[in-house]
């Protein structure tokens, strides 16, 4: 990861160099400038020697062959970020400027205020680690029937993962109409998925990293929207647009989903692990069945789809064996009813990890995380 964010300068009006030269200099050792040009074609040649995290591009009066130069570099050099300088004002000239790709326009002459918020921006997305080697895993907590808990699985999966592997992890609750991961983790966050989804046509990886919140725990989480309008009308095209960006941006992508919906069907496909979880009772047994049958339908093997038994009890009425058979479907993981450890952790807003580290369920938490990091590697 890049200690700090590096520049180079393209401007041909020497007073306007020095005083961007100045502004940065002033912001001490985060950013380093790599060197200036005063024309476009040299200061190329220096994107191509020094490989700058931003170039600070003035953009003359003619605006096509401004962008066709925008585009020249993002072509050769996509992680470039662009920030354009002109004089121009007109909203068409910094629509195209913006459409060719320019992360920022700064008016000429550039103001210390505008560069320094545009290069905090920067360093904010740069903090994020890079993508990783490989895509990312997508892992879908879901349950034919409410309340089974897959909300307390998909949050302390999705902590215990981080913390064990040390990896990027996002949460992302696509429980559109009911969510409450923000509740189970007390969080207030600025942003949920529906302005993600609302903004869909310009949605690429620095507009998702500048919404997603991160908790204290070190996960990253993709809110559910506030109000109940905004959740039904999410698609799930644009499900598969977000779903598809994150795979590139993070590791483990742990899915908190609604009962079987389209949106929950695609998330479903999507996925490298689904954790089917559910209650050992007469019913949700029986919707168990269901399930498995059209997760058999629809080509997903006993390789991807585990079942997960929640809240059991070693001396209840149903055993892990007859459920089994019953299903012809192996059990992969049963957690134990604790029922007070797990409302005291919901109502404390915390993990189970941080708010009863000694309760058997953490432990059990903790060995299913195991198992489903195996799975994956
Ligand atoms: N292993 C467990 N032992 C005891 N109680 C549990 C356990 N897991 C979850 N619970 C409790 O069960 C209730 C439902 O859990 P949770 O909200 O995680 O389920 P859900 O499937 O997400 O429900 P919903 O359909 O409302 O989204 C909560 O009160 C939670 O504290
Ligand atoms: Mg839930």
Redesign the pocket.
């Known amino acids: 990861m890049p200690q700090n964010i590096t520049v180079v300068i393209i401007d041909s009006d020497l007073t306007s160099l020095n005083n961007i030269t100045r502004f940065i200099e002033s912001l001490g050792d985060s950013v380093s400038i790599e060197g200036t040009a005063p024309t476009f074609e040299k200061g190329y040649e220096l994107v191509h020697k020094k490989r700058p995290m931003v170039v600070i591009m003035e953009i003359g009066s003619d605006v096509n062959l401004a962008i066709e130069r925008i585009e020249q570099i993002l072509s050769r050099f996509p992680q470039v970020s662009i920030f354009a300088t002109s004089e121009d004002k007109s909203s068409e000239t910094i629509l195209r400027v913006m459409r060719a790709g320019a992360t920022e326009y700064l008016l000429r002459p550039v103001s210390q205020t505008d560069l320094t918020f545009a290069l905090q921006k920067i360093g904010r997305l740069w903090l994020v680690k890079p993508v990783e080697e490989e895509a990312g895993r997508i892992i879908t907590v879901f ?1 034919p ?10 949050i302390n999966v999705a902590t215990n993962i981080h913390q064990m592997t040390g990896k990027s992890t996002v949460l992302v609750d696509l ?1 559109l109409n ?3 991961v923000t509740t ?1 983790l007390n969080m207030k966050p600025a942003y949920t998925i529906s302005d993600v989804t609302m903004n869909i046509s310009r949605l690429d990886r620095n507009f998702l990293q500048g919404v997603i919140a991160k908790h204290e725990s070190g996960i990253s989480v993709l809110a559910e929207p506030q109000k109940l309008e905004e959740g039904v009308s999410i698609s799930s095209s644009e499900i598969k647009k977000v779903l598809s960006l994150l795979k590139s941006m993070y590791k483990y992508i742990i899915i ?1 989903a ?2 079987i919906s389209e949106r929950t069907a695609i998330a479903i496909e999507m996925s490298d692990l689904i954790l089917l ?1 559910f209650i050992l009772s007469l019913p949700s047994i029986k919707n168990m069945q269901r399930h498995l049958k059209y997760f058999d339908r629809i080509g997903l093997g006993k390789d991807r789809v585990k079942l997960v038994a ?2 059991y009890l070693k001396k209840g009425d149903i055993t892990i064996q007859d459920t089994e058979k019953a299903l012809n479907y192996p059990i992969f993981f049963a ?5 007070d ?3 005291m ?2 109502n404390k807003g915390v993990p189970i990890s941080e708010g009863a580290p000694r309760s058997q ?1 953490n432990q059990s938490l903790k060995e299913l995380t195991k198992m489903v990091v195996q799975s994956q590697s």
């Open positions: 349950s029937k409410g309340g089974a808990g897959v909300t307390t699985i998909a429980d009911a969510g409450d189970f908190d609604e009962t979880v929640n809240r957690l134990p009813n604790e029922y450890t797990a409302m952790c919901l369920l």
